[in-house]
């Protein structure tokens, strides 16, 4: 089993581009949840996507976008990148809400 | 905003030294969860505490979950270099994580 991976790793963008990030959830997982972590700060929730629709969403703003596949597979779309932007994004999955979230390494993403 | 506050934030020891680590809200949980982040990896669950009182032992680690549900402490005895990290309380099912104590333990 694999586990959660996330890809790419790395990637630097320049303010206003565009940027989308992927996740594959552990096999039998249901669930994907989004999040931000900035450097030296916790994890913040962008939004859990379940069915392929999104079940719930934390405070960011309407720049950050998502899709899950019929697979479970997700994606993270951030339109018109700022500064501030920049952080390590995980990625979380699970067999629906109420279960145990497996994290993935996380995109460390670099706003110039 | 984190909801969840953590302290201390930083925490730098000697190995076989003992230490406690705390989350405070004005919250209150249905159950809260402590994580163990290294770097380069994302949060790895260590455990679930439910009950208000409850006390929950993992080898050298011991976790509390305050009677009223809105604080809990880590505490770690006879530290050792492998417990360096960082460690995150979250809300379960509120998706809220604190910031973090980042420890370090030094041989």
């Known amino acids: 089993d694999a586990g959660v991976t996330q890809s790419p790793t790395h990637l630097i963008k320049t303010r206003g581009q565009q940027v989308t990030l992927r996740c594959s959830p552990k096999?039998?997982?249901?669930?994907v949840s989004w999040y931000q972590q900035a450097l030296g700060q916790g994890p913040q929730f962008i939004f859990q996507?379940?069915?392929?629709?999104?079940?719930q969403r934390g405070n960011f703003p309407d720049r950050f976008s998502g899709h899950q596949f019929p697979n479970y597979s997700s994606e993270l779309n951030v339109n018109a990148l700022l500064l501030g932007d920049s952080a390590l994004y995980l990625c979380?999955?699970?067999?629906?809400?109420?279960?145990?979230?497996?994290f993935g390494p996380g995109t460390r993403l670099t706003v110039l | 905003t984190q909801l969840l506050e953590q302290s201390p934030q930083f925490l730098s020891i000697q190995e076989g030294e003992n230490l406690t680590v705390y989350c405070n809200s004005s919250s209150v949980f249905s159950s809260l969860q402590w994580y163990r982040q290294e770097p380069g990896e994302g949060p790895v669950l260590l455990v679930t505490v439910v009950t208000g009182g409850e006390v929950k032992k993992l080898k050298r680690l011991t976790f509390q979950f305050g009677d009223a549900r809105k604080d809990s402490s880590l505490h770690i005895t006879a530290a050792q270099p492998g417990d360096t990290g960082l460690y995150l309380c979250?809300?379960?099912?509120?998706?809220?994580f604190g910031a973090g104590t980042r420890l370090t333990v030094k041989p």
């Open positions: 096999s039998g997982h249901d669930t």
């Open positions: 996507y379940y069915e392929e629709e999104e079940r």
């Open positions: 979250a809300g379960y099912l509120d998706m809220r």
């Open positions: 979380a999955s699970s067999l629906d809400h109420y279960n145990e979230q497996f």
